[in-house]
């Protein structure tokens, strides 16, 4: 049985690492650098690592070069997302060196790009799915449009083989996963699923862990692990507990 993989969340804004609640730029809590953080990560087990430009996706700037510099350095692998929406964009985030992209917003209001972007780069593209309700959040999760599950047929239809799920009304809140939600979606698609948004506790992670037969493989982690809810080395240990039995 492969791994639940755990990946600790960097979102860069200004420059800094932060974490948002709710995806609001306002409600920022400051954690240092990012190098600092990524570093921390790895020192405690990571081999991932989930990187936000947050001011690429409000569309106030780039933080390609710190992104670059923090593959270069950390030795992690790097899924980046914010602000993918066009050529342009995706080759500068493709040169940092990262793993993996995620597309959010181009995936709803382009989404014949988006599907030449799937054929194109297969594995290498992930899609963000920024739920809220049935909708989907865009452009920095500062406006609402489509339809989820509208969305989902598409992209299984355009052969996308990875969605990464956020409840962006308890991102950050420490408020619980939607496993609900990440249920309906996995049963929905082929695709390989990442969980995001609320994770609290090792319960939440042990729970998600628990739907990997449905295609659920990894979880985003983000304020529990900043604020010392946990270890990364403890939801590790929760995630795969069940490896080996």
Known sequence: MSEFTIYP???????????????ISSTEK??????????RWKAEGAQWLHLV??????????????????????????????????DASLERALAT???RVNIGTAAVENPQWCDEVIRTYGDRV????????????????????????????RLNDAGCSRLVV?????????????????????????AQV?????????????ALSELTHLGLDGAIVGTALY???FTFAQAYQAANAHIGE
Do not use: H
């Open 9 to 23: 969340a960097v979102d860069i804004q200004y420059g800094r690492a932060v974490q948002l609640e709710k995806g």
């Open 53 to 86: 430009d947050l001011d690429a996706a409000f569309g106030r700037g780039s933080n390609a070069e710190q992104v670059a510099q923090i593959v270069a350095e950390s030795g992690l692998k790097v899924e980046l997302t914010g602000g993918i929406r066009d």
């Open 227 to 229: 604020l010392g809810e």
């Open 126 to 153: 992930a899609i963000a799915l920024d739920v809220r309700g049935e909708s989907l959040a865009t452009r920095g999760w500062t406006s609402t449009q489509g339809d989820l599950w509208t969305m989902i047929d």
């Open 97 to 99: 060196g990262c793993e």
């Open 30 to 39: 400051v954690f240092g650098e990012p190098m600092d953080m990524a570093e």
């Open 194 to 206: 990442v969980a995001s948004g609320g994770i609290a506790s090792l319960d939440d992670i042990a």
């Open 166 to 190: 956020t409840d962006t009304e308890s991102d950050g809140t420490l408020t619980g996963a939607n496993v609900k939600l990440l249920i309906k979606v996995c049963v929905r698609t082929p």
